[in-house]
């Protein structure tokens, strides 16, 4: 299971980083896995939000382009998502996944358990 961790609450402007580490029985190989992020909003589908290839290419979600950024450390088995500028409309359940497929179309593979991210105006 991948945990995430960081979620919170902030006004909007504010900035929180999500963690999202996986553990060395899921992913053994870490360095090689393709990681995302996606959110979640109340009554809402998951939407993709951010997602990096193992080789370091990223894909992002044309709303949080220039305000989120996603990088990984390969050592701790960790992607983040870094996300600046929050605004109300990104208040949603973050969940970090291990993603198979293309920048053009990502398939998730397995969940994190999701953290709730809350912007308030």
């Known amino acids: 299971q991948l945990v995430e961790s960081g979620g919170g609450w902030v006004h909007a402007g504010g900035s929180l980083r999500l963690s999202c580490k996986a553990p060395r029985d899921i992913l053994s190989v870490f360095s090689s896995s393709d990681m995302a992020w996606y959110r979640q909003a109340p009554g809402k589908q998951r939407d993709l939000v951010a997602a990096?290839?193992?080789?370091?290419?990223?894909t992002y979600a044309d709303s949080v382009k220039g305000r989120f950024t996603i990088t990984r450390d390969n050592g701790k088995r960790t992607v983040y998502l870094q996300m600046n500028n929050l605004q109300p409309d990104d208040t949603a359940v973050y969940y970090c996944?291990?993603?198979?497929?293309?920048?053009?179309?990502?398939?998730?593979?397995?969940w994190g358990q999701g953290t709730q991210v809350t912007v308030s105006s």
């Open positions: 990096q290839a193992a080789g370091g290419s990223t």
């Open positions: 996944a291990k993603v198979r497929g293309t920048p053009q179309s990502w398939t998730p593979q397995s």
